[in-house]
Structure formats: structure tokens, C-alpha cells
């Protein structure tokens, strides 16, 4: 018996993988049900399995103190645990998100009483086996009952940072979450205000005044039904530079140098609307600043300079920035034409030594569709043209734009030709595309799949949704995880460049200069070679360890694994391994590895966003992958190699 129970362990350890392709690549959860598809769930009487999930959270661990994230990261668990939808949680994580920012007059706080089961690895030794087909199935004449159950409390507010240090908390009934069958009958509360515990009722809102530029624990004290308690503990941080009012690093401000203009909030621009691909039509607004070259605050020597990709909108005039992921701040829209490494700003140059009046273009929707952000630019285009006339100023405009600032000002400029008519000549001398997009962009596709299977975890799942699956992102990627993210590029390069037509005529536009500028090697000098492993991923779980890893896209004609990640579960000991494979089938080099416009994936991935679980390690090999290859920003023709240096 000892014997067998040994060859067992070894079987199950060495045996029991889930490897997929491309096509068929499956999350975590996937994984765990087709192995354990034959096991009975008749005892996990919850309907709510924590095993079929990355326990980011250790709710098995019942830790008692939490905040926003921790909170919302169990909630998002405990949904996708559920195996019996009956029984799931009301809301998904995005719908919660939703509901929580529509409210902007209180701090809610958050009630997690939710009974779980989980496996006992115990009894799971014993119980379950593999076939001479190394097919689980479990003995179910042992007796045991295969799954514990538990019991998680964890009450936060649904905020982690708050600007003010007056603060009104409210106990709607509407996130107290509970599937136990003994409830809270009774709430203390210390704030952590100096005032000491006090009783509060479900549905009551309680004032609290806070000392200003701190961290606060709130304690919790439940008590149930049955008349026992549990105490549990919150963080909040209270006057502390929170997310939209960052302290500007150098440069981040135009220091009153300027007479500024300030078009935003009532004032902003309203594009014309514009019909997407879905058929919904609707209108984009932009905020605009304009840095005048003369204290008369005159526009008579326009440069106007639209911002890019920006999904949650991190990049904003002075004043508005937000932070990244990390929590530090964002740079403004002003800091951004700082030179890298040099002791010169762009703006400056421009407006002190040339006399430009600098016209910044700040679109909130950055992660939105390129042609409906394009409208909001055509908009500000009329605008200046209008005070041009009213200025008696016989200036013509000058457009840039960087990144997918490129893309909003081609699809704009060629759409006012096309419909000049309707609105009105552009009056533009000169557009410059810098490191612009024009045949597409690149995330590597192994960050992709690496962000698709965790994206479980609250941070990599805002990663995943908000910038690798948003419209702009879908519209511009060459290569992407989803096929209905890539139908949108096909969408957008296809229908708008070639056979120029969505929804209108609409190519590059003729009537002025182009120039398209890029970053990158004038030597083809690489990155990165296929098949390079680019960073390790390996979060400590508990009892559970993952082992993951991401590689570059291959080289022309090559097979490489670009993600590849092993799940060591503890019931027996056993390896879920999964990994997503890439073939080149083209004559180009590996885009990841390509000369052109770098971009710091893997380090954000290591800095911002992998930063959730007990000892994570992120072993980085490469900060970079080639992001804008030099072919598509100057928009070569032949589809040439990535790696040309003719």
C-alpha cells in the first residue's frame, strides 16, 4: 500500500498536465474543471468551490485585516469559485466597480460574510486516483467528505484613498454580502478618530473627522445570531496625496511662464458624433490648454499637439494628473514634451524661441475608438481656424501627434478633405506622426497571455480589461489574444487605409506636408531574439506555488513558447501546467525583438501590476519589447521585414 501511495505521488507530479495551443489556451479555472470533471461536488453544499480559482487573496489563511483592493479581489474570487450560479454572488467584479463609482457622496463600506468550501487536502491523498488513462477520479467509499467548509469576514471601505479628512461612511445593505445562515445582528465600530467604539446600524451613514496626511485602521466588531463575534480590521489612507492630485515632478508644470487658456469641464470640446463599428453613435469630448507666445493671449502661430493612447485618461494637463498603476504619478501632458535626458522642453522651445502658441489636446476616452477621438479633433482644428480669421492672423496650422495622437490626427485632417464641404478647409502647412502606428503596434503576446491567465488578480485584471482588450488598443495591436479585439484592427486598417472607406473615404491627408517621425535603431540593431525569456512570475500562494514564465515572439519561421506557467496544487501534490504557443508564419523577424519604438511592458508588469500575493517574485530579463516597429511608423510598403535596416 505504501508502495502504491508513493507511485501515486510520483504519477500525479509528474504526470497530470494540461498543456493548450494558441487556439485553446485556458485560464486557470478552465484548467481545474477538465480535470476534475469526473469528481463529485454533491458535498460542496456552498456551491461556491475556492479551489478552481489563483487564490490571490488566501481567503483559506481568514485574514482579518483588509482594504479596497483585498476586499474587492476576495468578492471577484468568491464569484468566479461559484460552480453553482444559483448561489454566486449578485454582482461580477465590473458590474460592483460600476455600482461603487456612481456613488460619489459617501465612503462605502463593504460586508463579506460568505461561507466556501474548500478541498481537504487530507482526505483528497486518500481519496483520489488516476486511471490507467491518467484520468482523476476520486474513491468514493472512503466516508470522508472530500471538501471543508469556511467561513470569511471582511469589511472595508470600498475606497482606499480619500482627498478630505471629512468623511461620511455608509452601511448600505446593498454591499453587506452574506450567504451564512447566521448573520450580523449587531456592528461596533472604532474609526480610529479618537472617539472609541460605537454601534452602527445597517443602512446608517456615521460622519468621521479625521486628522489630515494619515493612515487610519478601522476595527470591526460582528456579532451573530447565535450571539458569538469576530473582529476584524480596515486600512484607509486619509489627506494623503491620493490618485488625481500627484505632487508634479520636474518639468510637470508650465511654472506661470504662460498666459494659459483652460477649455475643460463645462468648457470642453464636444466632437461630432461618430458610429463605431457596433453601430452605436455617440460623441467623444476633449479638454484643451492653450500656452500663448504672447502675454496679449492672442492665437496667431498655432502648433497643435493631440495626446494618444491613454486608457483611464493617467496623462492630463497640469494640474490633473493621475497616478499608474504603481501609485506614482503620472506626467503631465506638459511634462511629456520634456526632452529624455537633456535639460530642454519642447513647449518652451517651441513658444520661446519660434513664437508658437502651444494647442494641447487632452482626450479622456484614450482608450476609446480612434475615429470618434478624431472628431473631437476636427472640432478644436475649426476652433482655431475661427480665432485665426477673428485674429487677422495669416498663419497656417501645424498638427502633431505622437503615438495614436497620430492616428486621431490622420483619420481628422483626411476627413476634413474629404468633407470639406461640410467642414471647412483645414488650413493645416504641416503634420508630423511621431512613432505613430501606421501598419499597427505590438504588446508582446506573451505579456498577453501571461495578463489573460492571471488576470484573476485585481490589478492584472484591470491590465487585461481596461488596456489590453480596450477599443484603441483592439484597433491598433498587430497581434492579439482575442480574435474579436483583432476583427477591430482589421476594422480599422483594412477598411480605413486600404480599401479607404470607413466610414467615408479616408487614406492620409494630401493637402499639407508629412512627416513621420520614429524612435529606434538606424542600424536594424535588435532587442531581443525570439524565444528569449523575457521575466519569471512566481507568486507564493500558501501551500500553492506557481512557476511562470514569458518569452519573445519567435523568429521568422520558428515555433516558440511565449508563456508557460506550472500550478503546483497540494490535493495530492499535482502540476497543472499550461502554456500558449506562436508560430511565425511570416518572413519577418520577431516583433518583439524588432528595432523601432521600445516599451516598458515587462518592467510595469514587475513594478505595478504583479504585486499582490505572499513573496511574489518577478525575475525580470528584458524591461522592453519593441513596440512601434520603425516599418509601421514610417508606413513602408512591400510588407518588409521588421528588421530592415535599408
Not at 471601505?157 to 445562515?181: G, V, W, Y
Request: hydrophobic share 35%; net charge negative.
Amino acid at each position: 500500500m505504501i508502495f502504491m501511495k508513493k507511485n501515486l505521488f510520483l504519477m500525479l507530479t509528474l504526470s497530470i498536465f494540461l498543456t493548450n495551443n494558441l487556439q485553446a489556451q485556458q485560464d486557470f479555472t478552465e484548467a481545474f474543471d477538465n480535470i476534475f470533471v469526473n469528481i463529485s461536488l454533491t458535498d460542496a453544499t456552498t456551491g461556491v468551490l475556492y479551489d478552481r480559482v489563483i487564490p490571490f487573496a488566501n481567503l483559506k489563511s481568514k485574514p482579518d485585516t483588509a482594504d479596497m483592493y483585498l476586499f474587492l479581489q476576495a468578492y471577484s474570487e468568491l464569484y468566479e469559485a461559484a460552480f453553482d450560479i444559483n448561489k454566486r454572488l449578485p454582482f461580477d467584479l465590473e458590474s460592483l466597480e460600476n455600482i461603487i463609482s456612481n456613488n460619489t457622496s459617501y465612503v462605502d463600506i463593504g460586508i463579506l460574510h460568505y461561507r466556501f468550501n474548500a478541498i481537504d487536502t487530507l482526505v483528497a491523498q486518500q481519496t483520489l486516483y488516476l486511471d490507467a488513462n491518467n484520468v482523476l477520479y476520486e474513491n468514493r467509499g472512503m466516508g470522508a467528505s472530500l471538501y471543508n467548509e469556511d467561513t470569511i469576514l471582511l469589511i472595508s471601505p470600498l475606497i482606499d484613498e480619500f482627498s478630505d479628512n471629512n468623511i461620511t461612511f455608509r452601511f448600505s445593505t446593498l454591499f453587506h454580502f452574506d450567504n451564512t445562515n447566521n448573520p450580523i445582528t449587531q456592528l461596533h465600530v472604532d474609526f480610529d478618530d479618537g472617539n472609541g467604539m460605537q454601534i452602527v446600524g445597517l443602512n446608517s451613514t456615521i460622519h468621521v473627522n479625521y486628522p489630515i496626511g494619515d493612515e487610519h485602521v478601522i476595527c470591526f466588531i460582528a456579532t451573530y445570531g447565535n450571539g458569538l463575534s469576530d473582529t476584524c480590521y480596515a486600512k484607509i489612507a486619509v489627506g494623503l496625496e491620493t490618485r488625481g492630485s500627484c505632487t508634479p515632478p520636474p518639468f510637470q508644470t508650465s511654472e506661470g511662464k504662460y498666459e494659459i487658456d483652460k477649455f475643460e469641464g463645462s468648457s470642453a470640446f464636444t466632437g461630432y458624433s461618430y458610429t463605431d463599428y457596433d453601430n452605436t453613435t455617440k460623441s467623444n469630448k476633449g479638454n484643451v490648454w492653450v500656452y500663448y507666445a504672447n502675454p496679449d493671449k492672442i492665437l496667431r502661430k498655432p502648433v497643435l499637439i493631440v495626446d494618444g493612447f491613454d486608457p483611464g485618461n493617467v496623462r492630463q494637463h497640469e494640474s490633473h494628473s493621475n497616478s499608474y498603476a504603481d501609485g506614482t504619478c503620472g506626467k503631465s501632458l506638459w511634462a511629456m514634451l520634456k526632452l529624455e535626458g537633456q535639460n530642454a522642453h519642447l513647449g518652451d522651445t517651441l513658444i520661446q524661441k519660434y513664437g508658437y502658441d502651444l494647442v494641447v489636446l487632452d482626450l479622456p476616452d484614450g482608450g476609446g475608438y480612434i475615429e470618434r477621438n478624431a472628431m473631437v479633433a476636427i472640432k478644436v482644428i475649426q476652433w482655431i481656424n475661427q480665432k485665426l480669421q477673428a485674429n487677422n492672423s495669416n498663419h497656417e496650422i501645424v498638427v502633431v501627434g505622437p503615438s495614436m495622437g497620430g492616428q486621431i490626427t490622420r483619420y481628422a485632417l483626411a476627413y476634413m478633405e474629404a468633407h470639406e464641404n461640410i467642414y471647412g478647409n483645414h488650413n493645416c502647412r504641416l503634420w508630423i506622426s511621431f512613432d505613430s502606428p501606421h501598419q499597427g503596434a505590438n504588446i508582446s503576446m506573451g505579456a498577453q497571455a501571461w495578463a489573460y491567465y492571471f488576470r484573476g488578480m485585481y490589478k492584472i485584471g484591470e491590465l487585461w480589461k481596461d488596456k489590453l482588450m480596450c477599443t484603441a488598443a483592439s484597433q491598433m495591436l498587430i497581434l492579439h489574444k482575442s480574435s474579436d479585439a483583432h476583427q477591430k484592427f482589421n476594422k480599422y486598417y483594412n477598411l480605413n487605409n486600404h480599401t479607404i472607406g470607413y466610414p467615408e473615404k479616408m487614406y492620409y491627408p494630401d493637402n499639407l506636408r508629412r512627416v513621420a517621425v520614429s524612435n529606434g535603431s538606424l542600424h536594424g540593431t535588435k532587442c531581443g531574439n525570439g524565444g528569449d525569456r523575457a521575466f519569471r512570475y512566481n507568486p507564493n500562494l500558501g501551500i500553492e506555488q506557481i512557476a511562470s514564465s514569458v518569452y519573445l515572439y519567435p523568429e521568422a519561421g520558428q515555433t516558440v513558447k511565449v508563456f508557460d506557467v506550472w500550478h503546483l496544487m497540494p490535493f495530492p501534490p499535482f502540476i497543472i501546467r499550461n502554456h500558449w504557443t506562436e508560430t511565425n508564419n511570416t518572413t519577418k523577424c520577431s516583433i518583439d525583438g524588432a528595432p523601432g519604438g521600445l516599451y516598458d511592458t515587462f518592467f510595469q508588469i514587475k513594478d505595478g501590476y504583479a504585486q499582490f500575493g505572499i513573496g511574489v517574485i518577478v525575475l525580470l530579463d528584458k524591461e522592453k519589447h519593441c513596440f512601434m516597429p520603425i516599418t509601421s511608423v514610417l508606413d513602408i510598403s512591400g510588407n518588409m521585414n521588421y528588421c530592415t535596416n535599408k
